[in-house]
């Protein structure tokens, strides 16, 4: 969080939307990355996505399917499982929001 924060009020004298929503995005995933990597076992793997709300077959099938941690993190799955609301709750910031409450209040 104070990383994000100083990102947002460096870029708070900066008024463009996109570059910020792909920072946002791209910590997002690289999370999601993180996450998909400490759950090492396809079994682990199904257990936690079942937990977050998906389905037992698509659960089983994204859990097994091969592809890599990056790939993996930017897969429906896994936007499903833990989007952009499950982050906020979980205490992330984002550097849009930030930023854009830094420039209002100058």
Request: with cysteine; proline share 6%; hydrophobic share 40%.
């Amino acid at each position: 969080a104070p990383v994000l924060r100083g990102w947002a009020s460096y870029f708070s004298l900066v008024d463009v939307k996109r570059p910020l929503e792909a920072l946002d995005q791209w910590v997002r995933r690289r999370l999601r990355c993180v996450i998909w990597r400490q759950w090492k076992r396809p079994g682990t793997r199904r257990r936690k996505l079942l937990a977050l709300g998906l389905d037992e077959p698509r659960a089983w099938k994204s859990a097994g399917n091969g592809r890599g941690p990056w790939w993996n993190a930017g897969a429906s799955h896994m936007n499903q499982a833990l989007p952009r609301k499950w982050f906020e709750q979980q205490g992330l910031i984002s550097v849009l929001d930030t930023a854009r409450g830094l420039s209002r209040s100058s």
